[in-house]
């Protein structure tokens, strides 16, 4: 296909955008002006990923060789279906994380530190979208790394607030520099066994090759994603991180970072290992099991959480538990469905920690107390969350129910050690713990009463408002306009694991 | 057994490196003390990646004899160049300067290898001098662009027989190996200089540097681990800086103390002995 004359950068251009971008947030005043800056950049970003996603989704997936050099050693982007979905869902995140973040930052950090906010927050958003872009694997720790550090500084933010944030942001660091170098240790196995960087050139380099290298490689690197990803047992620095970051920072992360990285899990454990490998089979089945116990760990402990937040935080663990059963069923159906519940749940996540930010903002607070009778309180903010509370626990017509409808059907048709039957009870079970955790919110938020003598609180600013039913109505926009999700999860599913080798599961 | 474990005593270093550091970052009491523990973990890793890209007996990954002084005058008058045929004579001139010098020192030698370091330096500078003049191409009359696509497709031939050829001239007398260099290296340059291949003939320096079995390490590692030292020096700024504000914060930076205080301020009470035992 012949493409417009301009637009043959536009793969490179949602990294580059926000990148150039963010040293001139840090120029401008504390103020209004950094935060108009760098929502307007998030539009643009947005506009190029939906360009971007048109093009792969007419003409089939796009190589860019950065700079004009060829493929196995000069730095190639390589988007398909998959990665075009996951930097749309950063960039849109973005769009609306960005406006919705004025007030509330403008209440929860220092103004002094307004410009260096935005500043990080549009170096995260390059390297989250660099993530997804990028072809090359040392290129994805690069940008790894530029999302992680510039990470721990916006949660370390949050310190103004609560000074629990510093630790946060602490125990951030260095759980996520171990996974980061983690990745760092497995990919130097596979170029010491292969001698490329390139992801598809990897791929083609490991066929017939099985040898401990590899296998240590490939441990090291699904190890260390993991940890970067919250997969459970190495899951600590999450809660602690999301519930003590700034509001809108909590919204963002929960609904791109570790998306990101389950992209990134995706890519490695079907694009470049595929079926071919033997040891594939190992991971499948310990994600199996690491993805139902964190959906039902996650979700117990959050029911036990005062702090509204960090009971969120943690039931984004339970739902990267989802994600990682859909990887493990290792089939187009189980890797679409994680796809899917990727992009709801980014929705979802996005919506409740904006409500929980319009609360903290009028309350001061995200403790259970400062939600009782919140319906009466703050209406719109109420029933904003009450609606995103139940797309998390799947209530039709919401995306939650798109989500786990995809994922059971998935799981009727695979043949893991589990039976599928058992595996779609045990998707059931959890979403009632879901259920029983989002119950107690809209119980103390509509059937208990505001504490006595409480004044009036107005309602949040329409900005915060606005942004939040945005989310609450895409939702619901989903669960009837599917061709977005459903359609193009299925295709990207497809490209990643039909390789060389034909489509099919690893049974 | 030990013999097996003794040869590979740089992945030893790097196990036992890993080790430490990941010992301390989980054994920590100290903040700062963690950080350099992973400062250790990250160190482990960097001599992992250099010890990958080391090939046994080769040397640094820096270009052996290129860029001498003998040829700066040559590159001097083309830097500015403005007309094609000036940069033709000066290129030519380059490289006879260049093999002069080479006859005259090495006609004595009988190492091979420093022949074919030179001879490698004088077509890289010829090809230098074709980058220069590739840039002028443009302003080139039309006449030459029909000759140019002709010698282009002649180019890539001149070039495999060049490479081919050096490698059997390398055993020959240093004097004969400069001469057929001498004419090498010039029809390397009509034909790459009109076609605008620059890049052909920077391959072939290359090629001229294997055939004169110089062992390179592998220089990507390198270059990657440059860029993760880089990664790891903004860790470890943003973890300190991260500690100078706990620091100010909570008055400590032990991480029992932390973790009391965080506790108080989540349940209220200080951390007492039944919880804790």
């Known amino acids: ?507 | 057994m030990i013999e097996f474990i003794l040869d590979r005593y740089n992945y030893l270093i790097v196990i036992t490196l890993m080790m430490i550091g990941l010992y301390i970052v989980f054994s920590r009491g100290n903040l700062v003390k963690t950080i350099i523990g992973l400062n250790i973990f990250q160190t482990s890793v960097f001599i992992f990646y250099i010890t990958i890209g080391k090939v046994a007996g080769g040397t640094a990954p820096i270009l052996m004899g290129g860029y001498g002084g003998g040829h700066g005058d040559g590159h001097g008058d083309t830097y500015h160049g403005n007309g094609h045929d000036k940069d033709h004579s000066a290129a030519h001139d380059g490289v006879h300067d260049k093999l002069a010098y080479e006859q005259g020192v090495d006609a004595g030698t009988a190492d091979s290898i420093y022949p074919a370091n030179d001879l490698e330096a004088a077509i890289r500078s010829a090809s230098d001098q074709v980058l220069k003049a590739e840039s002028d191409l443009h302003n080139v009359p039309e006449e030459f662009a029909d000759s140019a696509n002709q010698l282009a497709s002649d180019a890539g031939l001149i070039e495999s027989d060049t490479t081919n050829q050096m490698s059997d001239t390398l055993h020959d007398a240093p004097s004969e190996l400069a001469r057929s260099a001498e004419s090498h290296a010039n029809a390397l340059y009509d034909g790459a200089a009109s076609s605008g291949e620059a890049h052909g003939s920077a391959y072939a320096g290359d090629a001229a540097a294997y055939a004169g079995e110089i062992l390179y390490s592998n220089p990507l590692p390198h270059v990657l681990i440059l860029t993760a030292i880089v990664v790891g020096v903004a860790t470890t700024a943003v973890g300190l800086a991260l500690a100078v504000r706990i620091q100010e914060a909570y008055g400590t930076i032990e991480e029992d103390e932390l973790e009391a205080e965080d506790y108080k301020a989540e349940f209220g009470h200080p951390i007492t002995e039944e919880a804790v035992g």
């Open chain 1, 1 to 507: 296909m012949s493409i417009a004359p301009g637009l043959e950068h536009l793969p490179a251009l949602p990294v580059v955008i926000p990148m150039i971008a963010a040293p001139v947030a840090l120029l401008m005043r504390p103020g209004t002006t950094p935060w108009l800056w760098a929502s307007i950049v998030s539009w643009v970003t947005l506009i190029c990923t939906i360009m971007l996603l048109d093009q792969v989704w007419h003409s089939g997936p796009i190589v860019y060789e950065m700079g004009g050099w060829a493929a196995p050693l000069g730095i190639t982007y390589y988007i398909d279906l998959a990665n075009a979905l996951v930097m749309l869902l950063v960039a849109a995140m973005a769009s609306v994380v960005f406006p919705y973040a004025r007030t509330s930052v403008e209440a929860e950090i220092d103004r002094r530190q307004i410009p260096a906010f935005y500043t990080a927050l549009l170096i995260c958003m390059t390297g989250l979208l660099g993530v997804a872009a990028t072809g090359d694997a040392f290129n994805v720790f690069v940008f790894l790394e530029i999302s992680s550090l510039s990470t721990y500084a916006l949660v370390a933010m949050g310190a103004r607030k609560d000074r629990r944030a510093l630790t946060a942001a602490f125990n951030y660091l260095i759980m996520g520099t171990i996974g980061a170098t983690f990745y760092v240790i497995g990919l130097g196995l596979l170029y010491q066994s292969t001698g490329t960087l390139n992801l598809l050139d990897l791929h083609e380099q490991l066929a017939n090759q099985e040898n401990k290298v590899v296998e240590a490689g490939f441990a090291f690197i699904v190890t260390g994603i993991g940890l970067k990803l919250a997969m459970v047992p190495l899951h600590l620095w999450l809660p602690n991180a999301y519930c003590f970051a700034p509001s809108a920072i909590s919204a963002f992360l929960a609904a791109t970072a570790t998306k990101v990285q389950i992209y990134l899990m995706l890519r490695y454990v079907f694009t470049v290992f595929g079926f071919e490998f033997p040891f594939l089979e190992v991971a499948l089945n310990a994600f199996l099991i690491l993805g139902i116990t964190g959906m039902f760990y996650a979700s117990i402990v959050a029911v036990f959480r005062d702090n509204v937040k960090q009971m969120l935080a943690y039931s984004s663990i339970a739902q990267i538990g989802y994600m990682l059963l859909g990887i493990s069923f290792g089939t187009v159906d189980g890797v679409a469905a994680s796809l899917i519940h990727v992009f709801n749940h980014g929705l979802m996540k996005a919506a409740l920690f904006m409500g929980v930010g319009c609360v903290v903002l009028r309350l001061g607070s995200s403790h259970f107390h400062a939600f009782k009778g919140l319906a009466k309180r703050m209406p719109w903010t109420a029933w904003g969350l009450i609606l995103s509370g139940l797309s998390l626990v799947g209530v039709p017509p919401t995306v939650g129910f798109i989500s786990k409808f995809q994922l059971m059907e998935a799981a009727f048709q695979t043949s893991t050690f589990i039976s599928p039957l058992l595996v779609v009870l045990l998707i059931g079970a959890s979403s009632l713990l879901a259920a029983v955790y989002i119950g107690r919110l809209i119980y103390a938020m509509v059937l208990e009463q505001p504490p006595e003598g409480a004044e009036k609180i107005t309602e949040a600013p329409y900005t915060m408002r606005a942004a939040l039913w945005l989310m609450v109505i895409a939702n619901f926009y989903f669960f009837f306009h599917t061709d977005l999700t459903v359609d193009v999860a299925h295709q990207a599913a497809e490209s990643l694991i039909c390789t060389s080798a034909g489509c099919g599961g690893a049974y």
